[in-house]
């Protein structure tokens, strides 16, 4: 039996608790149906990735992936390096255009594999000359905020080598947010199908948050109290430093993990701090991003 | 003022990972890193004067600064005197916020030039820090007259600055700890 999971229409953070819904359920080989897809933000592409590895994992054998038919969002898909990663982990059907993996401008990071601290280094290496020209030229940040960009990116990316259990995969665009903010932003995505941070904590934290340990308290430890699952004190520092970047810079910073997520909401935006009870999905997705300074 | 040594990170990253990035990223890197630099603190007499040299050091993630900053004055911060020399505004964000974790403070000099207290410090003891600093050496009496303070505020800033390790005692007088 094959079971149809269908890839929103415009597939990014805002829809992607309808896509997790479309997963839930046990049981037959998974399609995910993306002919239709006609925009996904680097967040629903390495979401995506992240649905196929878990979808392989459970289900002993690959998922089906239909490409879109739109050639330019096929095209699109294959530069931000998307089929390159996810040839290993879905039978693809459709066209897959020969386009390689991107130097434009708007790829500050192809979709890129991080399975453990090298793969941190070199997406720090990678990101550096490419995320100042944007940052400071296109964005009209500071200079200084490039090198904090550089380390969000690589705490986000360590939560992988640390937490997750397994790969995960990142990806930096840069774009513009014509309806949503009428300014140009950088996005970084992170998203593994790990054990995600409930688990993760479990052992340190379950037992003083009682019956209220769920996905959601899981993640407001990590994020506001700095919980990690070491005992060692300067452990779980990380996601206070994205925060921290990420509020200097009027970003917004979303962490989902299981059926919860939350967020740290900047001026500009009016998601929700915290939601629990949402679809549930593997792992941890991280997503961060900072706008253009106000006139650029 | 006892011996100075100076360690360069970026030399210590590529001697023990050979890596030629400048990129102070990831806790297996800083731990490595770490363990590089203490190799270096052997043979050093106790309470001498180590400066790390964070001039070539591009990025510092809050995990390395946990390895290389926080656990170095954790673990040897009450055997020797610790200074950061190089710092950018970037690696003071990152190394902040490990220092106020561990309720720790440093003296870092910036790539410009300024010398700074880093991490969390009474404003009295900062303002201490600033006059030692400015006059070479001074007493608590000294200390108290030049800031119109009570002997025992200024006494209080002393102690908070010596047992951080910020200024060293000589001969009754106090000395800020840089390179």
Redesign the interface.
């Known amino acids: 039996m094959t079971r149809v999971v269908e890839v929103p229409g415009q597939f990014d953070d805002r829809t992607f608790d309808q896509f997790a819904k479309d997963m839930e359920g046990n049981g037959g080989r998974l399609l995910f149906d993306a002919h239709a897809t006609h925009w996904a933000s680097p967040y629903g592409l390495v979401g995506l990735l992240a649905a196929g590895q878990h979808a392989a994992e459970q289900g002993g054998q690959r998922p089906l992936l239909t490409v879109p038919t739109d050639r330019d969002v096929a095209q699109y898909w294959a530069r931000s390096g998307f089929f390159e990663q996810a040839a290993e982990w879905f039978e693809l059907h459709g066209k897959v255009p020969r386009v390689p993996t991107s130097q434009a401008s708007d790829v500050l990071l192809p979709i890129t594999p991080v399975r453990g601290s090298d793969d941190v280094h070199q997406v720090v290496e990678m990101i550096q000359d490419r995320s100042a020209a944007i940052l400071s030229g296109e964005l009209g940040l500071d200079v200084t905020a490039t090198m904090g960009f550089a380390m969000a990116l690589s705490e986000a990316c360590q939560n992988i080598v640390e937490h997750a259990g397994t790969s995960g995969w990142v990806a930096v665009q840069a774009y513009h947010w014509k309806r949503r903010l009428g300014r140009k932003v950088v996005v970084i995505a992170v998203a593994d199908a790990g054990v995600g941070f409930r688990r993760t904590l479990e052992a340190t934290q379950a037992a003083s948050f009682g019956d209220r340990w769920n996905d959601g308290t899981a993640l407001e430890a990590a994020l506001f109290q700095g919980a990690s699952r070491f005992r060692d004190p300067g452990r779980g520092q990380g996601l206070a430093g994205i925060t921290r970047y990420a509020n200097r810079w009027e970003g917004k910073v979303s962490l989902r993990s299981g059926t919860a997520r939350i967020t740290i909401v900047p001026s500009w935006d009016e998601d929700d701090p915290l939601i629990d009870g949402l679809p549930n999905f593997p792992g941890s997705q991280v997503l961060i991003i900072i706008p253009a300074a106000q006139g650029q | 003022m006892t011996a100075m040594r100076r360690i360069d990170l970026t030399a210590v990253l590529e001697r023990t990972l050979s890596?030629l990035?400048g990129?102070l990223?990831?806790?297996?890197?800083g731990k490595a890193v770490r363990g590089g630099v203490v190799e270096q603190l052997a043979g050093l007499e106790r309470e001498a004067v180590v400066e790390i040299d964070f001039t070539t050091v591009?990025?510092?993630?809050?995990?390395c600064a946990?390895?290389i900053v926080?656990?170095l004055l954790i673990e040897h911060g009450t055997a020797k005197y610790f200074v950061l020399h190089g710092v950018?505004?970037?690696?003071c964000?990152?190394i902040v916020?490990?220092l106020e974790?561990?309720r720790l403070a440093v003296v870092a000099r910036t790539r410009d030039g300024r010398v700074q207290v880093l991490g969390p410090l009474a404003e009295t003891a900062r303002t201490a820090f600033r006059v030692i600093f400015d006059s070479g050496s001074t007493d608590r009496e000294q200390l108290a007259r030049k800031l119109s303070w009570p002997i025992d505020t200024a006494q209080q800033a002393l102690d908070e600055l010596t047992s951080q390790r910020l200024v060293q005692l000589s001969a009754n007088r106090y000395v800020a700890v840089t390179a």
């Open positions: 890596k990035s990129d990223v990831t806790r297996s890197t591009r990025i510092l993630d809050i995990s946990d390895e926080g656990k950018s505004v970037a690696h964000d990152s916020q490990v974790r561990h």
